[in-house]
């Protein structure tokens, strides 16, 4: 009998554990709000360029932007990309703008550009660009995360985790 309990007992402390691991997990990659002076804060930002050139956040204001936090040791980030290369063909002409802010050295950045040239503005946020990701409701800091501004500056849409034909469709009705 001792034994039983003692098996019932271990399995009710790995199962709340595991409920509580799951918790953690789940709430750690839940968006939270954005800070309040975050987005403020976010279109007074300035950025060097891969090459050195100024990426002004201030530059794109007066339309849609989708910024895209990416670096080229994610996987999904890279396979995203394109995507977001097309988005930016095809709604340019509708007022919309990308801007991808690496997380990553200005090194491999320009590296990975040589082989899958952008034809968006990159800014070399580097590891602090995880700091800002976290101000705008990426509590975790992960990668890749997209956030839409309107035309006015307003936070719309944001997401943590690969970007979809879906959501791209969804956004760009925002015009």
Do not use: I, Y
């Amino acid at each position: 009998m001792k034994v039983q309990r003692r098996t019932v007992l271990v399995a009710g402390v790995a199962l709340a554990a595991a409920g509580a691991g799951a918790w953690w997990s789940q709430r750690r990659l839940q968006l939270q709000p954005a800070l309040d002076e975050a987005q403020a804060a976010f279109w007074l930002s300035e950025f060097d360029g891969p090459n050195g050139e100024k990426v002004r956040v201030a530059d794109f204001r007066g339309r849609p932007l989708l910024v895209n936090f990416w670096a080229t040791w994610c996987p999904p980030c890279v396979e995203e990309l394109p995507m977001l290369n097309t988005f930016q063909k095809t709604q340019a002409a509708r007022g919309w703008q990308v801007l991808g802010l690496a997380v990553d050295q200005p090194s491999a950045v320009r590296s990975f550009m040589k082989k899958l040239p952008l034809d968006f503005p990159v800014g070399m946020a580097g590891f602090g660009g995880t700091e800002l990701s976290r101000t705008l409701g990426n509590p975790a800091g992960a990668l890749p995360f997209s956030v839409v501004f309107g035309a006015s500056g307003e936070l719309h849409h944001r997401k943590l985790g690969k970007l979809t034909e879906t959501d791209l469709s969804q956004w760009a009705m925002l015009v």
